[in-house]
């Protein structure tokens, strides 16, 4: 523990402009993931433990148009239409057939996506990790604000997630689709019964979930490393945000991502040694006290 | 697809061999009892590559040994085993090779943690064991953990230290870098090779204090908060034993902070080809250890090795493992042939201090160390990166006798001797 | 029913515990192959394991997520105390029982609070807290290198552990006497009472049983039977890995759980089993074996949509046991 480090962090504008702007990206990239695991919870009461996997395919799809195209956004939209496609190829084909089996059946089927993709991407893309490097249009000095470091490419990737996040949510709160979505999420039964087809519903929430994973893996395929098995450390992490903002609430997620990201980044200048305990020490704590989480509905 | 290589390999040489000799009573007498060679690694997760990349080390060699009669005029058949990385996988495996498969001899590329699981298995049973990749110094170094019939063939942690060490503080001193950070992964290697380091580095130059330190977890996926803290100590050098995957990030990463460009980074682990050809933008003047260069040290041997490895290898990059490999079954070949046969104490007792001639040595040559069963006169050396090919220059080689003297007063601060 | 008819039950399960212990012991004198000694070994290890989480999951309904944290425990706790210590194995075999309950009723207490998908949450929480624990803790623990060096004096009874056939055949009889002692809890009363929860829970406590004290019960029970395979698997690798206290090992026993059956008490250790076997197999035939196993079981799980002896049970007509429907 470094409390005068990190009080001189939070008392000089540079230190405070830098880290938070670093605590803003990691948290960003986090809520997309997370945001398509707690709207897949929400509505079909499935935890989705292929997550990760839907998250590191995106950011290879990314790669691969990237390299055809040469264009980042292009790649970018390419890892979450593919991402979307298999959501829903993967709602069809496997997690359709054991709606309502025991929730340790849902775990299995996705442990066995889990190891097939790891290592189709091995097959694919060859067991080296893969970097896609920045695209020209980024490859810009950082500026300085109030003395702070602050890249534009993470200023960018920051809007963008918080446009998507914000199109989520007013797709969800304003249309008819997102009533419905929320219908389902409160009683599918009732919304069975009233005509509406829940098959395809479930198809729509699976292809956002993946959409979501796949964008922000695109999105983080400049700066970060592609490996097999990469979506590991990303799913517990939405694990965790998803259990603090509450299962099924998005705005809940958005919340925990950024101050889980926010945690981090000064949580690193503070007390550097146990930061990741400490997630775990909040989650349980918020478990014990508010299973449904700090934003969710009070479900048990 | 790469899997069946190994098998396409060995019989494309089966076949070639038979067909240019017609000797088939003899292939066929060598068949019936090959000589089994056990060898484990990692095949799957986040660093498969050190599987594939031992393979194609291994592979050729055997390849080369089969075609010219064998070892012991037997053919060798390697029994490819993956741990994924987990120690008890590793220790099932090391039995298994041996208790069922009946492997006569092992050459284990487990990381550091499997290693030490199969160095248990291997006291156990009494199998002599080449240690092909795990670089950390305890193996081999701390009597306590060292077996009788276990050698190591890879470089040890405390020598890349020591030159490291020796490197950094020339370096420091002309260039007055006295503030310096680090930023390595938080488990046991990651932490002693930082320590090791900073011991040497303030051995040499003692003017250098220590700013901010910082330590992410192996296979983070976002460095941000660690390149934004060592930004925010502007320190005047860098030191990371950051490696692979997690390197090409962090490099990534800063970049896009310009952190190379304030501050003078020194990274052992980045004279590796497939992070030097992976790493996209790839700053100039990072300071580097070479792992496994073609151009270090460079002599035509060495050269004609890297371009056989490509063409054997799928035109991939051989990397620090390939060659760590390639001279542990030249090792164990040597020391079976001279112990004349492949009994554990035998050939253990051949391989201690052994020396064979090898082109991954400025001096041509490298040895197994008698008294703690590692391997000394390998080519290590520090240089700085350019951008494109060969990407480090200015090599300039450890001292191999500064280096034992070192590693020995390391060795009695430790209580190892 | 009768207590003549519980006894002869127990009887007949204490002969067919014997007669697989015989039969095993006989086994190398036949196949003097030393890998099915491995096997075996190991299969006993997760076989307690899985068995002992399937207490909580199929006959209480508690999905825990994070029941390898008490599995590392085991191996963790046995291992410092043969090294650190100067006690015989017997006494580290019951003081690491004696840790692991008292560990297991602090985390129960906090866990059984939740029901559901939470109680699955706040169980891997736990355990990816201890693991955390474990992988700072470098001084005691060794940390991510795990305790390196050796498990010392590693016999019972004059029987030395350190050879391969002794620890073959000790591990059987562990494995037995585990399973006979957990298939006695789950035919009493008691047993009774978790069915009873599992089924309906505001029912239970209608009927005078005090929920959360049985399911902290059975929750450190499961605990103490998950150190046991700990322990075993301890004498296999020779000390402890961080790998054996992190989440994928509470995978393993899940998965273990659903290849066999819930609803058969054998069902996990079945699961095991062919878990092990496909593992071994799979392993030595393809460098991808992650696609060939993700494809095995997803034929399973799809066709069967139960597990093996659930399936089997249910063809012959008989109901399972357990098991949530």
């Given at each position: 523990?470094?409390?005068?480090?990190?009080?001189?962090?939070?008392?000089?504008?540079?230190?405070?402009?830098?880290?938070?702007?670093?605590?803003?990206?990691?948290?960003?990239?986090l809520?997309?993931?997370?945001?398509?695991?707690?709207?897949?919870?929400?509505?079909?009461?499935?935890?989705?433990?292929?997550?990760?996997?839907?998250?590191?395919?995106?950011?290879?799809?990314?790669?691969t148009?990237?390299?055809?195209?040469?264009?980042?956004?292009?790649?970018?939209?390419?890892?979450g239409?593919?991402?979307?496609?298999?959501?829903?190829?993967?709602?069809?084909?496997?997690?359709?057939?054991?709606?309502?089996?025991?929730?340790?059946?849902?775990?299995?089927?996705?442990?066995?996506?889990?190891?097939?993709?790891d290592?189709?991407?091995k097959?694919?893309?060859?067991p080296?990790?893969?970097?896609?490097?920045?695209?020209?249009?980024?490859?810009?000095?950082?500026?300085?604000?109030?003395?702070?470091?602050?890249?534009?490419?993470?200023?960018?990737?920051?809007?963008?997630?918080?446009?998507?996040?914000?199109?989520?949510?007013?797709?969800?709160?304003l249309?008819?689709?997102?009533?419905?979505?929320?219908?389902?999420?409160?009683?599918?039964?009732?919304?069975?019964?009233?005509?509406?087809?829940?098959t395809?519903?479930?198809?729509?929430?699976?292809?956002?979930?993946?959409?979501?994973?796949?964008?922000?893996?695109?999105?983080?395929?400049?700066?970060r490393?592609?490996t097999?098995g990469m979506?590991?450390?990303?799913?517990?992490?939405?694990?965790?945000?998803?259990?603090?903002?509450?299962?099924?609430?998005?705005g809940?997620?958005?919340?925990a991502?950024?101050?889980?990201?926010?945690?981090?980044s000064?949580?690193?200048?503070?007390?550097?040694?146990?930061?990741?305990?400490?997630?775990?020490?909040a989650?349980?704590?918020?478990?014990?006290?508010?299973?449904?989480?700090?934003?969710g509905?009070?479900?048990? | 697809m790469?899997?069946?290589?190994?098998?396409?390999?060995?019989?494309?040489?089966?076949?070639a061999?038979?067909?240019?000799?017609?000797?088939?009573?003899?292939i066929?007498?060598?068949?019936a009892?090959?000589?089994?060679?056990?060898?484990?690694?990692?095949?799957?997760?986040?660093?498969?590559?050190?599987?594939?990349?031992s393979?194609?080390g291994?592979?050729?060699?055997?390849?080369?040994?089969?075609?010219?009669?064998?070892?012991?005029?037997?053919?060798?058949q390697p029994v490819?085993?993956?741990?994924?990385?987990?120690?008890?996988?590793?220790?099932?495996?090391?039995?298994?090779?041996?208790?069922?498969?009946?492997?006569?001899?092992?050459l284990?590329?487990?990381?550091?943690?499997?290693?030490?699981?199969?160095?248990?298995?291997?006291?156990?049973?009494?199998?002599?064991?080449?240690?092909?990749?795990?670089?950390?110094?305890?193996?081999?170094?701390?009597?306590k953990?060292?077996?009788?019939?276990?050698?190591?063939?890879?470089?040890?942690?405390?020598?890349?230290?020591?030159?490291?060490g020796?490197?950094?503080?020339?370096?420091?001193?002309?260039?007055?870098?006295?503030?310096?950070?680090?930023?390595?992964?938080?488990?046991?290697?990651g932490?002693?090779?930082?320590?090791?380091?900073l011991?040497?580095?303030?051995?040499?130059?003692?003017?250098?204090?220590?700013?901010?330190?910082?330590?992410?977890?192996?296979?983070?996926?976002?460095?941000?908060?660690?390149?934004?803290?060592?930004?925010?100590?502007?320190?005047?050098?860098?030191?990371?034993?950051?490696?692979?995957?997690?390197?090409?990030?962090?490099?990534?990463q800063g970049?896009v902070?310009?952190?190379?460009?304030?501050?003078?980074v020194?990274?052992?682990?980045?004279?590796?080809?497939?992070?030097?050809?992976?790493?996209?933008?790839?700053?100039?003047?990072?300071?580097?250890?070479?792992?496994?260069?073609?151009?270090?040290?460079?002599?035509?041997?060495n050269?004609?090795?890297?371009?056989?490895?490509?063409?054997a290898?799928?035109?991939?990059?051989?990397?620090?493992?390939?060659?760590?490999?390639?001279?542990?079954?030249?090792?164990?070949?040597?020391?079976?042939?001279?112990?004349?046969?492949?009994?554990?104490?035998?050939?253990?007792?051949?391989?201690?201090?052994?020396?064979?001639?090898?082109?991954?040595?400025?001096?041509?040559?490298?040895?197994?160390?008698?008294?703690?069963?590692?391997?000394i006169?390998?080519a290590?050396?520090?240089?700085?990166?350019?951008?494109?090919?060969?990407?480090?220059?200015?090599?300039?080689?450890?001292?191999?006798?500064?280096?034992?003297?070192?590693?020995?007063?390391?060795?009695?601060?430790?209580?190892?001797? | 029913?009768?207590?003549?008819?519980?006894?002869?039950?127990?009887w007949?399960?204490?002969?067919?515990?014997?007669?697989?212990?015989?039969?095993?012991?006989?086994?190398?004198?036949l196949?003097?192959?030393?890998a099915?000694?491995?096997?075996?070994?190991?299969?006993?290890?997760?076989?307690?394991?899985?068995?002992?989480?399937?207490?909580?999951?199929?006959?209480?309904?508690?999905?825990?997520f994070?029941?390898?944290?008490?599995?590392?425990?085991?191996?963790?706790?046995?291992a410092?105390?043969?090294?650190?210590?100067?006690?015989?194995?017997?006494?580290?075999?019951?003081?690491?029982?004696?840790?692991?309950?008292?560990?297991a009723?602090?985390?129960?207490?906090?866990?059984?609070?939740?029901?559901?998908i939470?109680?699955?949450?706040?169980?891997?929480?736990?355990?990816?807290?201890?693991?955390?624990?474990v992988?700072?803790?470098v001084?005691?623990t060794?940390?991510?290198?795990?305790?390196?060096?050796?498990i010392?004096?590693?016999?019972?009874?004059?029987?030395?552990?350190?050879?391969?056939?002794?620890?073959?055949?000790?591990?059987a009889?562990?494995?037995?006497a585990?399973?006979?002692?957990?298939?006695?809890?789950?035919?009493t009363?008691?047993?009774?009472?978790?069915?009873?929860?599992?089924?309906?829970?505001v029912?239970?406590?209608?009927?005078?049983?005090?929920?959360?004290?049985?399911?902290?019960?059975?929750?450190?029970?499961?605990?103490?039977?998950?150190?046991?395979?700990?322990?075993v698997?301890?004498?296999?690798?020779?000390?402890?890995?961080?790998?054996?206290?992190?989440?994928?090992?509470?995978?393993?026993?899940i998965?273990?759980?659903?290849?066999?059956?819930?609803?058969?008490?054998?069902?996990?250790?079945?699961?095991?089993?062919?878990?092990?076997?496909?593992?071994?197999?799979?392993?030595?035939?393809?460098?991808?074996?992650?696609?060939?196993?993700?494809?095995?079981?997803?034929?399973?799980?799809?066709?069967?949509?139960?597990?093996?002896?659930?399936?089997?049970?249910?063809?012959?007509?008989?109901?399972?046991?357990?098991?949530?429907?």
């Open positions: 523990m470094d409390a005068s480090a990190l009080l001189d962090c939070v008392t000089t504008s540079s230190c405070l402009v830098t880290q938070t702007t670093s605590g803003l990206i990691v948290g960003m990239l809520f997309l993931v997370a945001a398509g695991l707690t709207l897949i919870f929400g509505v079909l009461k499935i935890v989705n433990f292929a997550h990760g996997t839907f998250y590191m395919l995106g950011a290879y799809l990314a790669y148009v990237f390299q055809i195209t040469g264009s980042y956004w292009l790649g970018v939209l390419g890892g239409l593919g991402m979307a496609l298999f959501g829903v190829l993967f709602e069809r084909f496997l997690i359709r057939r054991v709606y309502g089996a025991n929730v340790l059946m849902q775990l299995l089927i996705c442990y066995a996506v889990v190891l097939i993709c290592d189709l991407v097959i694919v893309w060859g080296d990790f893969r970097a896609m490097g920045m695209p020209p249009e980024f490859q810009v000095p950082p500026l300085f604000i109030l003395g702070g470091v602050v890249p534009p490419f993470y200023l960018v990737l920051i809007a963008v997630s918080l446009l998507i996040g914000g199109g989520l949510g007013l797709t969800l709160g249309t008819k689709i997102g009533k419905i979505v929320r219908a389902a999420a409160h009683n599918p039964d009732m919304v069975s019964a009233l005509g509406i087809n829940t395809l519903l479930y198809s729509l929430v699976f292809a956002a979930g993946g959409a979501l994973a796949g964008l922000a893996g695109g999105l983080a395929a400049p700066v490393s592609l097999p979506g590991f450390s990303i799913l517990i992490e939405s694990f965790i945000v998803t259990v603090i903002g509450g299962m099924g609430s998005i809940g997620a958005l919340i991502a950024v101050v889980l990201g926010l945690i981090r000064f949580g690193t200048i503070g007390f550097p040694q146990f930061t990741e305990g400490l997630m775990y020490i989650m349980i704590i918020i478990l014990v006290s508010k299973p449904s989480g700090l934003f509905k009070e479900i048990v | 790469r899997a069946n290589q190994a098998a396409l390999l060995n019989r494309r040489t089966v076949l061999a038979s067909a240019g000799s017609l000797a088939m009573p003899f066929a007498r060598a068949q009892n090959p000589l089994k060679i056990g060898i484990q690694s990692i095949f799957s997760g986040p660093i498969a590559l050190l599987g594939t990349s393979r194609g291994f592979q050729p060699e055997i390849d080369r040994i089969n075609a010219t009669g064998g070892l012991l005029g037997r053919q060798i490819y085993r993956d741990s994924k990385g987990q120690p008890q996988e590793a220790a099932r495996v090391a039995r298994e090779l041996v208790n069922t498969d009946g492997c006569e001899l092992l284990d590329a487990e990381a550091s943690s499997g290693a030490f699981a199969v160095q248990e298995v291997v006291r156990d049973l009494g199998v002599l064991c080449i240690h092909c990749a795990a670089e950390t110094s305890s193996l081999t170094a701390d009597p953990l060292r077996a009788p019939t276990a050698f190591r063939s890879a470089r040890q942690g405390v020598h890349d230290a020591i030159v490291g020796v490197h950094s503080a020339k370096v420091a001193e002309a260039k007055k870098l006295t503030k310096w950070a680090t930023c390595s992964p938080d488990y046991a290697f932490r002693d090779t930082t320590a090791q380091f011991e040497f580095l303030k051995h040499f130059a003692p003017n250098v204090e220590t700013v901010s330190q910082s330590w992410p977890k192996l296979g983070q996926p976002d460095f941000t908060e660690v390149i934004t803290k060592i930004l925010q100590a502007r320190p005047q050098a860098l030191y990371s034993a950051l490696y692979a995957g997690d390197l090409s990030a962090f490099i990534n970049n902070y310009a952190m190379f460009g304030a501050m003078e020194f990274v052992p682990a980045m004279g590796d080809l497939p992070v030097l050809t992976g790493v996209k933008n790839l700053p100039a003047g990072i300071q580097s250890a070479c792992r496994y260069l073609p151009a270090f040290p460079d002599t035509a041997a050269e004609a090795w890297y371009e056989a490895y490509r063409k290898n799928n035109n991939d990059y051989p990397t620090n493992w390939s060659w760590e490999c390639a001279t542990g079954i030249r090792l164990m070949e040597a020391a079976v042939k001279k112990a004349g046969s492949t009994d554990g104490k035998g050939v253990a007792a051949a391989l201690e201090g052994l020396t064979i001639d090898s082109v991954f040595s400025t001096t041509g040559k490298v040895t197994m160390r008698a008294e703690d069963h590692t391997l006169d390998y290590i050396g520090w240089g700085t990166t350019i951008p494109k090919a060969p990407f480090l220059t200015a090599i300039e080689p450890g001292d191999w006798g500064q280096i034992a003297e070192l590693e020995t007063e390391w060795k009695k601060k430790n209580g190892y001797v | 029913m009768a207590s003549g008819m519980v006894r002869t039950r127990i007949r399960d204490i002969l067919a515990g014997c007669l697989l212990v015989a039969v095993l012991a006989i086994v190398p004198a196949i003097p192959a030393r099915f000694q491995d096997f075996v070994i190991r299969c006993s290890s997760m076989a307690l394991f899985a068995t002992s989480l399937n207490l909580l999951v199929g006959y209480t309904g508690l999905s825990s994070g029941h390898g944290m008490f599995f590392g425990l085991g191996t963790y706790s046995f410092l105390l043969m090294q650190r210590t100067g006690v015989a194995l017997p006494v580290a075999f019951l003081l690491t029982l004696l840790i692991t309950a008292v560990t009723v602090a985390v129960g207490a906090i866990c059984i609070r939740l029901r559901l939470y109680f699955a949450f706040v169980t891997l929480a736990m355990q990816m807290l201890l693991h955390s624990v992988i700072s803790w001084g005691l060794g940390g991510d290198q795990g305790l390196m060096g050796g010392p004096r590693r016999s019972v009874l004059g029987v030395d552990l350190g050879l391969q056939y002794n620890l073959y055949v000790f591990s009889v562990v494995l037995v585990g399973l006979l002692l957990m298939r006695h809890i789950v035919n009363a008691f047993g009774t009472s978790l069915r009873m929860i599992r089924d309906n829970e029912r239970a406590a209608f009927l005078g049983i005090v929920v959360w004290r049985v399911k902290l019960t059975v929750f450190v029970l499961s605990a103490v039977f998950a150190s046991v395979g700990g322990m698997m301890s004498l296999f690798v020779s000390g402890a890995y961080p790998e054996l206290i992190n989440w994928p090992i509470s995978g393993d026993a998965f273990a759980i659903v290849m066999g059956g819930i609803g058969s008490f054998l069902g996990p250790a079945v699961g095991t089993m062919i878990l092990l076997l496909l593992n071994d197999v799979v392993t030595r035939q393809t460098e991808y074996y992650g696609l060939a196993l993700g494809l095995i079981i997803l034929a399973f799980a799809l066709g069967l949509r139960r597990g093996v002896l659930d399936f089997i049970t249910e063809r012959l007509g008989g109901r399972p046991a357990g098991g949530i429907s």
